[in-house]
């Protein structure tokens, strides 16, 4: 909607990072159309972010290959596909974006979503809405 969520969250991604502690990844979830957003966005506006788009083709198996990383892009039918591979990894943080994909608490994708291990969550939407409980 051009409010600058993705800039800001980036900053955010990027002000999170410690050097020093260990390394853990941190993973945004938004819909199919917006994943090349994601990585442009990432590649322009935080561009010491590692970026990595699980989609597709290319997509990991193995939880230890995100250490790699410093942030991974994907989208909920993805996430609900691979929630195994997603499960056995600790994020730093987790960011929803057009969070309306997971208004309804009792669906896959919100489902998925609370099955993520991370320090943080956050949730990305231009329209108005009560948050849903994420336990």
Same mark, same amino acid.
């Given at each position: 909607?051009? $409010?600058?969520?993705?800039?800001?969250?980036? *900053?955010?991604?990027?002000?999170?990072?410690?050097?020093?502690?260990?390394? &853990?990844?941190?993973?945004?979830?938004?819909?199919?159309?917006? $994943?090349?957003?994601?990585?442009?966005?990432?590649?322009? =506006?935080?561009?010491?972010?590692?970026? =990595?788009?699980?989609?597709?083709?290319?997509?990991?198996?193995?939880?230890?290959?995100?250490?790699?990383?410093?942030? #991974?892009? +994907?989208?909920?039918? +993805? $996430?609900?596909?691979?929630?195994?591979? =997603?499960?056995?990894?600790?994020?730093?943080?987790? #960011?929803?974006?057009?969070?309306?994909?997971?208004?309804?608490?009792?669906?896959?994708? *919100?489902? &998925?979503?609370? %099955? #993520?291990? *991370?320090?943080?969550?956050?949730?990305?939407? %231009?329209?108005?809405?009560?948050?849903?409980?994420?336990?």
């Amino acid at each position: 909607m051009g $409010l600058g969520k993705t800039v800001q969250a980036l *900053a955010l991604l990027c002000a999170a990072r410690e050097p020093s502690a260990p390394h &853990a990844p941190s993973l945004v979830v938004c819909p199919a159309s917006l $994943l090349e957003n994601w990585r442009r966005e990432a590649a322009s =506006f935080a561009p010491g972010l590692g970026t =990595f788009v699980h989609h597709g083709e290319r997509r990991l198996s193995d939880p230890a290959d995100f250490r790699g990383c410093d942030l #991974i892009v +994907t989208s909920y039918g +993805t $996430l609900v596909r691979d929630e195994g591979v =997603f499960s056995g990894c600790n994020f730093l943080c987790v #960011i929803a974006d057009e969070a309306q994909h997971i208004k309804n608490r009792r669906s896959q994708n *919100a489902r &998925a979503l609370r %099955a #993520i291990k *991370a320090q943080s969550r956050f949730v990305l939407t %231009a329209r108005r809405w009560k948050i849903p409980s994420m336990t």
